[in-house]
T-cell receptor, first 112, second 112 residues
Framework: SQQGEEDPQALSIQEGENATMNCSYK?????LQWYRQNSGRGLVHLIL?????REKHSGRLRVTLDTSKKSSSLLITASRAADTASYFC????????????FGTGTRLQVTL | DGGITQSPKYLFRKEGQNVTLSCEQN?????MYWYRQDPGQGLRLIYY???????QKGDIAEGYSVSREKKESFPLTVTSAQKNPTAFYLC???????????FGPGTRLLVL
């Protein structure tokens, strides 16, 4: 079963705007990761945030984690057309060593 | 040039046929994974292996089999028992449990 659920399922914005995607999960986690997938390709790791961290930055990416609400958000600032892709959160649930459970993804479309 | 490769890119299966998808990595990673992705969906774990000569079932192992005879290789066989094999198959590897996973480019399996 899916551990993570992303919201919204699809998001369309214009270049230069910010994009925010949310992920909710069900059980306690060790860490939460965000991945990106271009159409028909493999996934690329973006950022990992551990359960004892609240916020993390990487370039134009900002990830927050609220373990009390079992939720995370990914913010992409100043979006570009090249950011068009699907974005997935993946959780490493506590007690399930080496297994990641992926959400259903948010499809982001950035238009010029 | 380090990475993870999958072959073939496209694979066609006839009724009642077993087919094998290749996954090779030269990242010296201990753990390897197979996922299935259906259109517009997230990834579901088929099998994973944390060490050579050992592997565990994931969430949807029925109709699939794997082997892990070498650290670099983790082939997936889609057997005739898998009645709905049409999907995009992704292989991944990671250095240790609970770390970032690196993905191959995927194999798209179609049924004739």
């Amino acid at each position: 079963s899916q551990q993570g659920e992303e919201d919204p399922q699809a998001l369309s914005i214009q270049e230069g705007e910010n994009a925010t995607m949310n992920c909710s999960y069900k059980t306690s986690i060790n860490n939460l990761q965000w991945y990106r997938q271009n159409s028909g390709r493999g996934l690329v790791h973006l950022i990992l945030i551990r359960s004892n961290e609240r916020e993390k930055h990487s370039g134009r990416l900002r990830v927050t984690l609220d373990t009390s609400k079992k939720s995370s958000s990914l913010l992409i600032t100043a979006s570009r057309a090249a950011d068009t892709a699907s974005y997935f959160c993946a959780t490493d649930a506590a007690g399930t060593a080496s297994k990641l459970t992926f959400g259903t993804g948010t499809r982001l479309q950035v238009t010029l | 040039d380090g990475g993870i490769t999958q072959s073939p890119k496209y694979l066609f299966r006839k009724e009642g046929q077993n087919v094998t998808l290749s996954c090779e990595q030269n990242l010296n990673h201990d753990a390897m994974y197979w996922y299935r992705q259906d259109p517009g969906q997230g990834l579901r774990l088929i099998y994973y292996s944390q060490i050579v000569n050992d592997f565990q079932k994931g969430d949807i192992a029925e109709g699939y089999s794997v082997s892990r005879e070498k650290k670099e290789s983790f082939p997936l066989t889609v057997t005739s028992a898998q009645k709905n094999p049409t999907a995009f198959y992704l292989c991944a590897s990671s250095g240790t449990a609970q770390e970032t996973q690196y993905f191959g480019p995927g194999t798209r399996l179609l049924v004739l």
